[in-house]
């Protein structure tokens, strides 16, 4: 007997024009929802991460009895690139409206974090203003992006990757932005993970069809990776740093403080400090 689950997925970004909002959201990757089967009062549960960082899933059930045991379990972690089977077995009390949710998460809670430099994420030679920095009241006071900073790249600037690692999450189909809290969920992004540090970089607001890569891409730290934009919540052209790790949260993620390899910290950096790489 296969059930029908329902997806919510947790989008990593932070978003930018009286434009109509976008009909639809965008996941920055195809995580595919879980596999579930009853047999012989066993359910079976398939869980898939094609990504190249961990995983968590979080599933819930509308039946009370699996209900408490789906709590008990808590989260499945899987590793980057795998998969596993759960099994639940003496299970009993189904019906044929019981229906399934699944929530997926990016990392690792386990792993310890190790702090990198980072490489400016943008060209060589290229200065640029900023234009916010940490723990600012539009959009840089939550535990999501906090040390982020706002760098003033134009519309098609080039933006490079801080760090090594693989890219996990792209979405670059939105068209517009807008200042509005509505708009936050519809910016283009980034998402890279360095596996050896478990930390997570976000580029965003980039430009329509501004992603030169793809998820499952290898890059290298100060490769161009992309173009910047004005999509998402904002209503001035730039690039959106962020730098992540996980965490037990509604996001999953949660901005910490970095250090730049020219020696420049993100807690230091204010709006208006002229930035050359």
Known sequence: MK????????LFIVGCSTTKLPSKKISQAEIPPPTINLENNSLEIKLTNPVDCPIRFEIETNNPNLKTVLEQLGTFELKAQSDTIVNIINVSDFDQN????????FGSLSKKIEPIKLELPFLKG??????????????HNTDWSRFAV?????????????????????VDNYKFGGKGKEWKPYGNFITVYEPNSGIFTQYVHLTENGSLVNVGDKVKKGQAIGLSGMTGQTDVEHLHFNC?????????LMSIAFEFVEGLKSTELKKGDIIEK
């Open 150 to 170: 706002d760098f003033s790249l134009k519309i098609n600037d080039t933006i490079c990757s801080a760090t090594n690692g693989f890219v996990v999450g792209v």
């Open 3 to 10: 059930f029908r689950v329902l997806g919510i997925m947790t």
């Open 126 to 139: 290229r200065k640029y203003k900023v234009i916010q920095g940490n723990n600012t009241n539009y959009t």
């Open 244 to 252: 992540l790790v996980p965490t037990n949260s509604e996001n999953g």
């Open 98 to 105: 019981m229906s399934f949710a699944y929530n997926w998460k």
